[in-house]
């Protein structure tokens, strides 16, 4: 399993990142434990969550990931070799989260956020600390194929009435630097127009530099490479790549319209972002595709984004040992032009039908 640097800093994660979050939902304890086990074993020693865990989201569930990991640590009196990303949700009107009130990027909501967040995983720091998505007004994922009716202009010079500033955000970020509860600071679901604001705040010394990316990544979403591949390789910001199965329909397993029982798009339906016009089509090319190569579908797309050169770490999930089996060996898969140039093709004609 290759470490790759993280950022500008001097932490080396591995090549895959273990993610968490249907641990408390469709995982036990146990499960969860149990995948972290295996996952360590096998050279990774980077671990993704969120407060917002396990998906989906309910106030009765909440926290629950976190806390998975926190007894996980506990138990093996390892925190000092995981590296341990975790995340403070955007604005939400979902008031769980805040006891009982919306929670936005403002000072007491991230303290708020972070201190939950530290008890629950029994450790009093955070590796890296990431926000979940912007508290602007933009779609999610921030880098759609199309942008609509968002409203990007503000009505007077400067922030829209009722968004949080990115510099005020920051400087909260760089509060909790300062105390030692974070060592880094990183974005998810961002748009490159974000990515350069925080650094730039942070360029101008108002808070810590911004040092990864975690954005959707897959064969059927490659909008990373239209402009954050640039951003962030001369940035030196580096990307956390999420779904790179993109939500299991990259598995084979919802060909041909099929939902298998215990699926999560049979259990949540929640599957939305990959089920937009032609995706359905798209992703069986490309799991016929992985076929034609003899390899599994889940094992071939994990394989293309763990082999990526703008890729520092490709996060995987898994709901059973099995599939956890498959993601951590797509890091030994040996990808081929031939195998690039065949992608390709296809990208060529389908484009990214799932931002």
């Given amino acids: 399993m290759h470490k790759r640097r993280l950022g500008r800093t001097d932490l080396l994660v591995s090549q895959i990142c273990l993610g968490s979050m249907t641990w408390g939902q469709q995982n036990t304890e146990a499960d969860g434990h149990a995948q972290m086990d295996l996952a360590f074993s096998r050279g990774v020693n980077f671990i993704d969550t969120a407060e917002l865990y396990p998906i989906p989201p309910k106030a009765e569930t909440q926290g629950w990931t976190e806390k998975i990991i926190g007894s996980w640590m506990k138990a093996k009196g390892n925190r000092d070799q995981v590296v341990l990303a975790s995340k403070v949700v955007g604005r939400t009107a979902n008031a769980w989260f805040r006891g009982g009130r919306p929670s936005k990027l403002v000072r007491a909501d991230i303290l708020d956020a972070v201190e939950k967040s530290l008890t629950r995983l029994n450790t009093d720091y955070l590796d890296l600390y990431q926000i979940h998505w912007p508290e602007r007004a933009v779609p999610w994922g921030a880098n759609p194929n199309r942008v609509g009716a968002v409203p990007l202009r503000a009505d007077s010079v400067g922030t829209p009435a009722g968004e949080t500033p990115i510099a005020e955000t920051l400087a909260v970020f760089d509060e909790l630097v300062k105390a ?43 909008g990373f490479e239209v402009n954050l591949a640039e951003v962030c390789e001369r940035e030196q910001v580096s990307l956390l790549a999420y779904s790179p199965l993109g939500q299991g329909y990259l598995t084979g397993k919802y060909d041909h319209g099929a939902r298998p029982l215990g699926s999560r798009s049979q259990l949540f339906n929640r599957g939305q972002r990959y089920e937009t016009p032609n995706a359905a089509e798209a992703q069986l090319e490309y799991n016929e595709l992985a076929r034609s190569f003899g390899m599994e579908p889940a094992l071939f797309a994990n394989a293309y984004v763990a082999s990526r050169p703008f890729v520092t770490s490709s996060l995987i999930g898994a709901t059973t040992l099995s599939q956890l089996e498959m993601a951590l060996s797509s890091a030994d898969v040996v990808w081929t032009e031939e195998m690039q140039k065949a992608v390709d093709a296809i990208h060529q004609r389908v484009g990214n039908p799932c931002p």
Avoid: C, T
Wanted: hydrophobic letters at 40%.
């Fill in 180 to 222: 030692g509860k974070i060592r880094h600071f990183g974005l998810s679901n961002e748009s490159s127009w974000g990515v350069m604001r925080f650094i730039a705040e942070a360029d101008k010394g108002l808070g810590p530099r911004l040092v990864s990316l975690q954005n959707a990544y897959n064969f059927v979403n490659r």
